[in-house]
């Protein structure tokens, strides 16, 4: 059955996207250990002088071909931690984005598979012009008036399974309201370098895909994953620690990633489970 093999490329990727998450961060964390060992064995006056690598980029004039060397600014034991720490959080944006358009081809395939064979589960789109076709090419990109993949897939989920609709809004509608996030991230990552230079403008927009869900607490939610820097608002997916509380354990940490790659999974299931119920209904 389509479904089951497209759930389980799905949960190849992500679950690939997750080993690829953990070792960057040893990898990462094992760079700034080495960072500062290194700057602990440099004499006290090192301070004093302007120490720590540049560099540098060239480029040629495609007329002249004269050649331009800019040449960067030192970069200290700080800034290059920082460095360090933006690295990491950059790679783990683009493993964010990547299992994010490994849940919208799967939305994608499995709804466009409903179509073919005639599932209930399938709404009709405008100037639909294939009428009888086995062909899943024919229905895949659906176009709806005000919505586009996959938000149009999903509404039809929502309209026409009940399975779908009930289990989706349990935990105040948990999935939706994170899967938005996610989608609204991978945009920015894509697009504006994983920043986010108009909250209000986002906020606009997660209000018109989350119609019909409680806004209460939204905004507050976005923002936290959200940090000041260079002027604007960058996306943070980095691990924090735990707060410290009843049978916490000492130094543990949220693993943001992990969570996000879970959410889409578990949404994922929970389509492959209404199109089964679906079919099973017929």
């Given amino acids: 059955m389509v479904v089951h093999a497209e759930f389980q490329k799905l949960l190849e990727k992500i679950t690939h996207a997750d080993v690829y ?3 960057t961060a040893d990898i990462f964390h094992e760079r700034e250990v080495s960072l500062i060992r290194q700057h ?3 004499p006290e006056w090192i301070e004093k002088e302007e120490h720590g690598p540049y560099y540098f980029v060239r480029y040629s004039s495609p007329s002249t071909l004269k050649e331009v060397t800019i040449k960067t600014k030192t970069y200290k034991l700080d800034d290059q931690i920082e460095l360090n720490t933006l690295h990491k959080l950059k790679t783990y944006q683009w493993l964010l984005a990547d299992a994010y358009e490994a849940f919208e081809d799967f939305v994608e395939t499995v709804y466009a598979d409903c179509g073919v064979r005639g599932s209930n589960l399938w709404v009709r789109p405008e100037g639909w012009r294939h009428e009888g076709s086995k062909k899943l090419s024919d229905y895949l990109k659906p176009r709806r008036k005000g919505s586009s993949t996959p938000y149009v897939q999903l509404n039809a989920f929502r309209e026409r399974s009940e399975h779908f609709r009930t289990h989706e ?3 105040d509608s948990k999935y939706r309201v994170v899967f938005v996030l996610i989608e609204k991230f ?3 990552i ?4 994983g920043y986010c230079t108009n909250f209000e403008s986002l906020m606009k927009k997660v209000q018109r ?8 607490g939204v905004r ?4 936290a994953y959200l ?6 608002k960058l996306i943070d997916l980095l691990e924090y620690p735990a707060e410290a509380g009843p049978g916490s354990v000492i130094g543990a940490y949220h693993d943001t990633m992990s969570y996000f790659f879970n959410v889409l999974i578990e949404y994922a299931l929970l389509i492959k489970e209404s199109i089964e119920f679906d079919d099973k209904a017929l």
Avoid: M, N, T, W
């Fill in 21 to 23: 998450k953990r070792v």
């Fill in 40 to 42: 602990e064995q440099l």
């Fill in 169 to 171: 809004a349990k935990d």
């Fill in 186 to 188: 991978r945009h920015l």
């Fill in 190 to 193: 894509v697009h504006e370098g």
């Fill in 209 to 216: 895909d989350l119609s019909g869900v409680s806004f209460k």
């Fill in 220 to 223: 507050s939610y976005f923002d």
């Fill in 227 to 232: 940090i000041p820097h260079r002027g604007a």
